[in-house]
C-alpha cells in the first residue's frame, strides 16, 4: 500500500459541530459507548446472517460469528472487532462521514447541556458510533465487506476534528474492527474489570457471544501465544428464553439495546403463540417519545425476525400508526426467509399478527390502566395525542382505544387529562344518553366557552378538548357504551334533562324575539346563516354554533394552516333574550347605533369560541365608540 492511496476528507459541516460537541462535553455515564459500539457490530453479524441466506457464497470461512473486546493497557487502547457484515469504502464514507445524516440537525437542537439527558440522546439519534469520542481521541476503524477481496479493505481514521483519513487496507476476514485510542482522563477502561463489568451491564441479552481474552495465570505464557477467548455475556436471544428465566433488569437491558434509550420501558408483554401461526413477540411501552413521533413517514417498527434470522430493524406492518411509539422484537416461524417488504404487505400471515399484536398492546395498555393509574397517566402524557389517532384508523378496536382515552371535564375544570369515559358514564343521570364536549384552542378557551353555561347550570359534566387532533378523534369515535358524542357548540341543542316547561318557554322567546331577529339580521347580511334565541347561554349575551353537519372550527383551522382547500361555512348566532345587553339592544331606537352594537356582539362570539377577527380593528373603533356614547361623553 503507497502513501498516495491515503486520502484526507473533511466532515459534513454538522458533524463537525456534533463531533466538537462530544470531545469537549462530560457526559454522566460515559460508559454507553461500549454498549452502541456492541450493538453496532451485533447488528452487523444479523445482517450478515440475513445476507448469507440469500447468499450462501458469504457465508464461507466466517467460522462463528462473535464480537471480541480486547484492552492494551499499556497502550491505553480499547479493541472491538466483528466478523459481521463489514463496509466498502463508500460505505465507510457514507456512514462513518456523515453523523445520522438527517436527523443530525433535530439532535442538536435536542441538546441541552443537561449531562444524563444528552448522553440519552447519543443513542436515539442514530450516532451511536460517535459516542466513541466521549472517551478516545484517536479512533481507527478497519473495515471489510462481506464478499469482497482480503486486499479489498478499508482503514478509516479519525481524531474526531474537522477531518478523517481513509486508505485501502488488508483483512483476512469480513467484518470491522474499531481501535479506541482513550483519553487520559478515560484510563479506567483500559481495565479489564471495568469493561467486563460494562459488557455483563448492558449487552449481556445480545445474542451473540461477546468474548474477551481470558486471565493468563501461567506467568511463563509467552505474550506472543495467541489468547484464549471466553464469552462474557449470556449469548442468547432473550425472547427465546421462558419468561420465568429473564428478570426485569435484563427485560429491561434489552430494551435499552434495542431502543438506545437509557430511561427503562413504562412496562413489556413477553408473549409466545402457537397453533395455526407460530411466532414469539416482546413489546415494550417507552417512558419517552422518541424525537420523531410526530413524523408520521419516520423510521418505525419491530425489529423482525423469522427461525432467530433477523430480517429488518422496521418492521412497520406489524402494528398500526397510532402505536408508532412501540418498540420490541418479533420472530416468527410462519414467514419465508426471503422474506421483503413488498413481500410483506401482501402476506395473510402478516394481517393476522398485525391484528393479534394490536390488541396484545391495547391489552397491555389496559392492564397498566387498571392496576398502576399513576405510571399510565404518565404514558398518556407523553403518548396520548397519539393513541388519539386510533378511532380514525383501527375501527376494529375503537371501543378498546376509546377505553384508554383521558380527558380534561368540567367535573373538575383541571388542564390535566386524566378522566376516563367510564368515569364520566358512572356520573352520568340516568336518562342522559350523550356524552356532551366543547373542542378549544385551548383549556382555557374551552373551560370558559359560553356554550357550557347551561350544562354548569343543570349539573352535566362536559369533556374539554383543546388538542389539535380532538376534533378529528370525535367524528369518529361516535359512540361509546351505548352513549352518542354530541358538540355542545353544533346544531339544535336539546339536553336530556328538558322538560316541557323549558321547552314551551323557548318557543315564547322565539315568538317574543322575531322583531329583534330581522332587525339583526339586517345587519349582519350574510356572514351569519341564521340568527335564532337560545337554550344553551344563562349569563352571555350571545354564542356561534355550528351546523349540524357542517365542519367544526377546530378541524378548518387545522385544514387552513396545512393549505388546504375548506368549504364556506356561516355560523349560527343565537342570542339570550334575556341578557341586560340583548334587551339594552331591542330598545335601540337609532339604527346606526344598533348596527354597531350587534356587530359587537356579533365579533364578541367569535372571540368568545377562540377564533380571530377578520378586522379587529372596526371591532376596537366601534366598541370605544359606543363605551364613549353611553358613558354620555
Given at each position: 500500500?503507497?502513501?498516495?492511496?491515503?486520502?484526507?476528507?473533511?466532515?459534513?459541516?454538522?458533524?463537525?459541530?456534533?463531533?466538537?460537541?462530544?470531545?469537549?462535553?462530560?457526559?454522566?455515564?460515559?460508559?454507553?459507548?461500549?454498549?452502541?459500539?456492541?450493538?453496532?457490530?451485533?447488528?452487523?453479524?444479523?445482517?450478515?446472517?440475513?445476507?448469507?441466506?440469500?447468499?450462501?457464497?458469504?457465508?464461507?470461512?466466517?467460522?462463528?460469528?462473535?464480537?471480541?473486546?480486547?484492552?492494551?493497557?499499556?497502550?491505553?487502547?480499547?479493541?472491538?472487532?466483528?466478523?459481521?457484515?463489514?463496509?466498502?469504502?463508500?460505505?465507510?464514507?457514507?456512514?462513518?462521514?456523515?453523523?445520522?445524516?438527517?436527523?443530525?440537525?433535530?439532535?442538536?437542537?435536542?441538546?441541552?447541556?443537561?449531562?444524563?439527558?444528552?448522553?440519552?440522546?447519543?443513542?436515539?439519534?442514530?450516532?451511536?458510533?460517535?459516542?466513541?469520542?466521549?472517551?478516545?481521541?484517536?479512533?481507527?476503524?478497519?473495515?471489510?465487506?462481506?464478499?469482497?477481496?482480503?486486499?479489498?479493505?478499508?482503514?478509516?481514521?479519525?481524531?474526531?476534528?474537522?477531518?478523517?483519513?481513509?486508505?485501502?487496507?488488508?483483512?483476512?476476514?469480513?467484518?470491522?474492527?474499531?481501535?479506541?485510542?482513550?483519553?487520559?482522563?478515560?484510563?479506567?477502561?483500559?481495565?479489564?474489570?471495568?469493561?467486563?463489568?460494562?459488557?455483563?451491564?448492558?449487552s449481556d441479552h445480545i445474542a451473540v457471544p461477546v468474548m474477551m481474552p481470558k486471565a493468563a495465570n501461567d506467568e511463563d505464557k509467552s505474550a506472543d501465544d495467541e489468547p484464549e477467548w471466553e464469552a462474557i455475556n449470556e449469548a442468547k436471544a432473550l425472547w427465546t428464553r421462558s419468561r420465568s428465566d429473564v428478570s426485569d433488569e435484563e427485560y429491561k437491558g434489552f430494551y435499552q439495546h434495542i431502543s438506545h434509550d437509557m430511561e427503562a420501558p413504562?412496562?413489556?408483554?413477553?408473549?409466545?403463540?402457537?397453533?395455526?401461526?407460530?411466532?414469539?413477540?416482546?413489546?415494550?411501552?417507552?417512558?419517552?417519545?422518541?424525537?420523531?413521533?410526530?413524523?408520521?413517514?419516520?423510521?418505525?417498527?419491530?425489529?423482525?425476525?423469522?427461525?432467530?434470522?433477523?430480517?429488518?430493524?422496521?418492521?412497520?406492518?406489524?402494528?398500526?400508526?397510532?402505536?408508532?411509539?412501540?418498540?420490541?422484537?418479533?420472530?416468527?416461524?410462519?414467514?419465508?426467509?426471503?422474506?421483503?417488504?413488498?413481500?410483506?404487505?401482501?402476506?395473510?400471515?402478516?394481517?393476522?399478527?398485525?391484528?393479534?399484536?394490536?390488541?396484545?398492546?391495547?391489552?397491555?395498555?389496559?392492564?397498566?390502566?387498571?392496576?398502576?393509574?399513576?405510571?399510565?397517566?404518565?404514558?398518556?402524557?407523553?403518548?396520548?395525542?397519539?393513541?388519539?389517532?386510533?378511532?380514525?384508523?383501527?375501527?376494529?378496536?375503537?371501543?378498546?382505544?376509546?377505553?384508554?382515552?383521558?380527558?380534561?371535564?368540567?367535573?373538575?375544570?383541571?388542564?390535566?387529562?386524566?378522566?376516563?369515559?367510564?368515569?364520566?358514564?358512572?356520573?352520568?343521570?340516568?336518562?342522559?344518553?350523550?356524552?356532551?364536549?366543547?373542542?378549544?384552542?385551548?383549556?382555557?378557551?374551552?373551560?370558559?366557552?359560553?356554550?357550557?353555561?347551561?350544562?354548569?347550570?343543570?349539573?352535566?359534566?362536559?369533556?374539554?378538548?383543546?388538542?389539535?387532533?380532538?376534533?378529528?378523534?370525535?367524528?369518529?369515535?361516535?359512540?361509546?357504551?351505548?352513549?352518542?358524542?354530541?358538540?355542545?357548540?353544533?346544531?339544535?341543542?336539546?339536553?336530556?334533562?328538558?322538560?316541557?316547561?323549558?321547552?314551551?318557554?323557548?318557543?315564547?322567546?322565539?315568538?317574543?324575539?322575531?322583531?329583534?331577529?330581522?332587525?339583526?339580521?339586517?345587519?349582519?347580511?350574510?356572514?351569519?346563516?341564521?340568527?335564532?334565541?337560545?337554550?344553551?347561554?344563562?349569563?352571555?349575551?350571545?354564542?356561534?354554533?355550528?351546523?349540524?353537519?357542517?365542519?367544526?372550527?377546530?378541524?378548518?383551522?387545522?385544514?387552513?394552516?396545512?393549505?388546504?382547500?375548506?368549504?364556506?361555512?356561516?355560523?349560527?348566532?343565537?342570542?339570550?333574550?334575556?341578557?341586560?345587553?340583548?334587551?339594552?339592544?331591542?330598545?335601540?331606537?337609532?339604527?346606526?347605533?344598533?348596527?354597531?352594537?350587534?356587530?359587537?356582539?356579533?365579533?364578541?362570539?367569535?372571540?368568545?369560541?377562540?377564533?380571530?377577527?377578520?378586522?379587529?380593528?372596526?371591532?376596537?373603533?366601534?366598541?370605544?365608540?359606543?363605551?364613549?356614547?353611553?358613558?354620555?361623553?
Open positions: 500500500m503507497t502513501a498516495a492511496a491515503k486520502e484526507t476528507m473533511g466532515f459534513q459541516t454538522e458533524a463537525k459541530k456534533l463531533l466538537h460537541l462530544m470531545i469537549h462535553s462530560l457526559y454522566s455515564n460515559r460508559e454507553i459507548f461500549l454498549r452502541e459500539l456492541i450493538s453496532n457490530a451485533s447488528d452487523a453479524i444479523d445482517k450478515h446472517r440475513f445476507a448469507a441466506v440469500k447468499d450462501a457464497a458469504l457465508a464461507e470461512g466466517v467460522g462463528e460469528y462473535r464480537i471480541r473486546v480486547s484492552i492494551d493497557g499499556d497502550n491505553n487502547t480499547v479493541t472491538i472487532d466483528d466478523n459481521g457484515i463489514g463496509m466498502s469504502r463508500d460505505e465507510v464514507i457514507e456512514n462513518l462521514g456523515t453523523i445520522a445524516k438527517s436527523g443530525t440537525s433535530a439532535f442538536l437542537e435536542q441538546l441541552s447541556g443537561d449531562d444524563r439527558k444528552d448522553s440519552q440522546l447519543i443513542g436515539q439519534f442514530g450516532v451511536g458510533f460517535y459516542s466513541s469520542f466521549i472517551v478516545a481521541d484517536r479512533v481507527e476503524v478497519i473495515t471489510r465487506r462481506a464478499g469482497s477481496a482480503v486486499d479489498d479493505a478499508t482503514r478509516w481514521e479519525s481524531a474526531g476534528e474537522a477531518e478523517f483519513d481513509i486508505e485501502p487496507s488488508q483483512r483476512a476476514e469480513p467484518g470491522t474492527t474499531i481501535i479506541l485510542h482513550l483519553k487520559e482522563d478515560a484510563k479506567e477502561f483500559a481495565n479489564d474489570w471495568r469493561v467486563r463489568s460494562v459488557i455483563k451491564k448492558y413504562l412496562t413489556w408483554s413477553h408473549n409466545r403463540v402457537e397453533g395455526k401461526l407460530e411466532y414469539t413477540s416482546l413489546l415494550y411501552v417507552p417512558a419517552k417519545a422518541p424525537f420523531d413521533l410526530w413524523n408520521r413517514e419516520g423510521a418505525r417498527g419491530l425489529k423482525l425476525y423469522v427461525q432467530r434470522t433477523f430480517i429488518m430493524d422496521d418492521a412497520e406492518q406489524f402494528l398500526p400508526l397510532y402505536l408508532r411509539f412501540i418498540k420490541g422484537v418479533l420472530d416468527s416461524n410462519d414467514l419465508p426467509l426471503n422474506v421483503s417488504r413488498e413481500i410483506l404487505q401482501q402476506n395473510a400471515s402478516v394481517d393476522s399478527m398485525k391484528s393479534a399484536l394490536t390488541k396484545r398492546v391495547l391489552d397491555m395498555l389496559q392492564k397498566m390502566a387498571n392496576n398502576e393509574p399513576e405510571q399510565y397517566q404518565a404514558f398518556w402524557s407523553v403518548f396520548g395525542q397519539v393513541l388519539k389517532e386510533g378511532p380514525a384508523e383501527d375501527f376494529t378496536n375503537r371501543e378498546k382505544i376509546a377505553k384508554l382515552l383521558r380527558f380534561a371535564t368540567t367535573h373538575t375544570d383541571a388542564p390535566e387529562q386524566t378522566v376516563s369515559l367510564d368515569q364520566v358514564i358512572e356520573r352520568m343521570s340516568d336518562d342522559q344518553d350523550t356524552l356532551w364536549y366543547v373542542t378549544g384552542e385551548t383549556h382555557a378557551t374551552a373551560k370558559n366557552s359560553p356554550h357550557l353555561e347551561v350544562f354548569r347550570k343543570k349539573g352535566i359534566e362536559v369533556l374539554l378538548l383543546s388538542d389539535r387532533v380532538d376534533e378529528w378523534l370525535m367524528s369518529h369515535l361516535m359512540e361509546y357504551e351505548g352513549k352518542s358524542f354530541k358538540d355542545v357548540a353544533r346544531g339544535d341543542l336539546s339536553l336530556d334533562a328538558d322538560n316541557e316547561e323549558e321547552k314551551q318557554a323557548l318557543e315564547q322567546a322565539k315568538k317574543d324575539a322575531e322583531p329583534l331577529i330581522e332587525r339583526i339580521s339586517a345587519v349582519l347580511g350574510d356572514t351569519v346563516a341564521e340568527v335564532r334565541p337560545t337554550m344553551r347561554l344563562t349569563e352571555s349575551p350571545a354564542c356561534l354554533v355550528v351546523g349540524e353537519h357542517e365542519m367544526g372550527n377546530q378541524m378548518r383551522r387545522i385544514l387552513e394552516a396545512a393549505g388546504q382547500e375548506v368549504p364556506d361555512s356561516k355560523p349560527i348566532l343565537e342570542i339570550n333574550p334575556t341578557h341586560p345587553l340583548i334587551q339594552r339592544l331591542d330598545k335601540e331606537p337609532d339604527e346606526a347605533r344598533f348596527a354597531d352594537l350587534a356587530s359587537v356582539i356579533m365579533d364578541q362570539a367569535t372571540l368568545a369560541e377562540g377564533s380571530p377577527l377578520e378586522d379587529p380593528a372596526s371591532y376596537v373603533a366601534k366598541l370605544n365608540k359606543l363605551l364613549l356614547e353611553l358613558s354620555g361623553d
